[in-house]
T-cell receptor, first 115, second 111 residues
Framework: EPEVTQTPSHQVTQMGQEVILRCVPISNHLYFYWYRQILGQKVEFLVSFYNNEISEKSEIFDDQFSVERPDGSNFTLKIRSTKLEDSAMYFC?????????????FGAGSRLTVL | GEDVEQSLFLSVREGDSSVINCTYTDSSSTYLYWYKQEPGAGLQLLTYIFSNMDMKQDQRLTVLLNKKDKHLSLRIADTQTGDSAIYFCAERSYNTDKLIFGTGTRLQVFP
């Protein structure tokens, strides 16, 4: 069964450093998403991406965050200058269409720890 | 803003039915979803229901939706130890493709 792959599975970084989290969505999917879950809290929407541009973003997704699809397969989330409160599990997801139920397939997540 | 709430824990005996409850506030919800997360794995879609339905059954899973009370439940019949996981309720409004998730309910199945 096709799956969404995320790397790294766990990254530890110092506050103020840049971090790039990588995702390989399902190959024929066109819609891409990042969500995050701070330990003990809800899974929160960050951003959706379609046709090489952001289609929707949350208040969390400020100027420190950016997303990119640098080639035909990867979808990345960059955090420019990490803060302690960026520590969370980051989930990538993709879907084939937003009409109907818009079923998202999620990756296993990348755990980011900011020290 | 929209909110989705779930109880945090549920413990059931193997073979019994499990019922996981969820409440939401968005009256414009179009679809409601149940996701399962096993340790070290991503969020796996179990089932979803369109907001104009009140019930959906899929093998051992039954979803009930009370739109008036904004209450969603997931019933797992004949619960097995392999069903032990965190179950997330999520909703999507009509004018967006983002999902609003609950905190997740940790289901523990004991022999």
């Amino acid at each position: 069964e096709p799956e969404v792959t995320q790397t790294p599975s766990h990254q530890v970084t110092q506050m103020g450093q840049e971090v790039i989290l990588r995702c390989v969505p399902i190959s024929n999917h066109l819609y891409f998403y990042w969500y995050r879950q701070i330990l003990g809290q809800k899974v929160e929407f960050l951003v959706s991406f379609y046709n090489n541009e952001i289609s929707e973003k949350s208040e969390i997704f400020d100027d420190q965050f950016s997303v990119e699809r640098p080639d035909g397969s990867n979808f990345t989330l960059k955090i420019r200058s990490t803060k302690l409160e960026d520590s969370a599990m980051y989930f990538c997801a993709s879907s084939g269409a937003v009409s109907g139920a818009n079923v998202l397939t999620f990756g296993a997540g990348s755990r980011l720890t900011v020290l | 803003g929209e909110d989705v709430e779930q109880s945090l824990f549920l413990s059931v005996r193997e073979g019994d039915s499990s019922v996981i409850n969820c409440t939401y506030t968005d009256s414009s919800s179009t679809y409601l979803y149940w996701y399962k997360q096993e340790p070290g794995a991503g969020l796996q879609l179990l089932t979803y229901i369109f907001s104009n339905m009140d019930m959906k059954q899929d093998q051992r899973l039954t979803v009930l939706l009370n739109k008036k009370d904004k209450h969603l439940s997931l019933r797992i019949a004949d619960t097995q130890t392999g069903d032990s996981a965190i179950y997330f309720c999520a909703e999507r409004s009509y004018n967006t493709d983002k999902l609003i998730f609950g905190t997740g309910t940790r289901l523990q199945v004991f022999p």
